[in-house]
Nanobody, 120 residues
Framework: VQLVESGGGLVQAGDSLRLSCVDS????????MGWFRQAPGNERRFVAA????????YYADSVKGRFSISRDNAKNTVYLQMNSLKPEDKAVYYC??????????????WGQGTQVTVSS
């Protein structure tokens, strides 16, 4: 599993962004995928996760109703659609592959991160 995120950038509050994470390996479809974020001075936190076949999704309370996670196993890609962005969403966003969607410690493969900045 080799994960590369893209799609971050600088936007204004209320705008939308879509993050992508591509796996260049051959086992993407075997893993649950998650998005996490880390703001300066804070620990890395769970944002959203999706089961290996896309049948189940999970969200942190802070992003429910605004963010949507999806995946395309044919393209080895997981997405995070972020709508109604707020300044507090500013962070480095990481995708990760794991074996239990809601258990951070089971995510063993991580991308390098992509910066999202939201101005007020």
């Amino acid at each position: 599993v080799q994960l590369v995120e893209s799609g971050g950038g600088l936007v204004q509050a209320g705008d939308s962004l879509r993050l992508s994470c591509v796996d260049s390996g051959r086992t993407f479809g075997r893993y649950h995928m998650g998005w996490f974020r880390q703001a300066p001075g804070n620990e890395r936190r769970f944002v959203a996760a999706i089961s290996w076949n896309g049948s189940s999704t999970y969200y942190a309370d802070s992003v429910k109703g605004r963010f949507s996670i999806s995946r395309d196993n044919a393209k080895n890609t997981v997405y995070l659609q972020m709508n109604s962005l707020k300044p507090e969403d500013k962070a480095v966003y990481y995708c990760a592959a794991g074996t239990i969607p809601t258990m951070t410690r089971t995510y063993n493969y991580w991308g390098q991160g992509t910066q999202v900045t939201v101005s007020s």
